[in-house]
C-alpha cells in the first residue's frame, strides 16, 4: 500500500511541477513597431491596398443615371418626378435594362426627407400605376409610382434612394 501512496504522490509532484513550469507573465508581448524606411522585407507580401469601395452616385430629379447592379447587369434608372397627392409623395421612377436582368421592387427605395427624416415606401389606393416587382431585360422597362407618407416641407432637399441588394447605388435629388 504504502508503494501506490508513494508512487501516486510521485505522480501528483510531476504533473504539478510541469503544469506550473510556465513562468507566467503579466505584460503580452506585441509585434515591434514599424521602422518606416519602406525597405521591402524579403518573402513579405507586397501591400496590396484594395481600392475605395465607390459611393453612391448623385444625380438630379429628371437626370437618367447609367448603373451597374451587383449581377453585373446594367441598367438605366430614373426619378421622374417628386409630388405631393394629399398627404403623400408620389415619386414616378422608370427603370430600363440595357444588359442581362434586373430585379425591380418598391423595397429597393427609400427617402431620406429634407429634415433627415428616412421614409420608407408605402402604398396608397388613391395613386395609381404603382410600382410593384419583377424583373426585366436587357431591351425592356418600367415605369411606376412610389408612395411615401410625408409633407410637402420633407420633399425640398429630399434624396430619393435607390439600393438593390441592401447597398445604394444612387439618390436623386429634388430641387
Not at 444625380?59 to 397627392?85: D, H, I, P, R
Request: hydrophobic share 45%; glycine share 12%; net charge positive.
Amino acid at each position: 500500500m504504502r508503494k501506490i501512496v508513494t508512487g501516486l504522490a510521485a505522480a501528483l509532484a510531476l504533473f504539478v511541477i510541469a503544469c506550473g513550469a510556465a513562468p507566467k507573465s503579466d505584460t503580452v508581448s506585441k509585434a515591434p513597431a514599424a521602422t518606416g524606411s519602406g525597405a521591402p522585407v524579403a518573402g513579405a507580401a507586397a501591400d496590396t491596398k484594395a481600392a475605395a469601395p465607390e459611393g453612391p452616385k448623385k444625380f438630379a430629379v429628371g437626370e437618367v443615371g447609367v448603373l451597374s447592379m451587383a449581377n453585373g447587369s446594367t441598367g438605366e434608372v430614373v426619378v421622374k418626378s417628386v409630388k405631393l397627392q394629399g398627404k403623400v409623395i408620389v415619386v414616378s421612377v422608370s427603370i430600363t435594362c440595357k444588359a442581362g436582368s434586373i430585379d425591380y421592387n418598391t423595397f429597393d427605395w427609400s427617402m431620406l426627407a429634407g429634415d433627415g427624416t428616412k421614409l420608407d415606401t408605402g402604398f396608397s389606393i388613391d395613386v395609381k400605376n404603382q410600382l410593384h416587382s419583377g424583373t426585366i431585360g436587357a431591351g425592356q422597362s418600367v415605369t411606376g409610382n412610389l408612395v411615401f407618407e410625408g409633407t410637402a416641407a420633407q420633399m425640398k432637399g429630399a434624396q430619393v434612394q435607390f439600393s438593390p441588394s441592401f447597398d445604394t447605388l444612387a439618390y436623386w435629388v429634388n430641387p
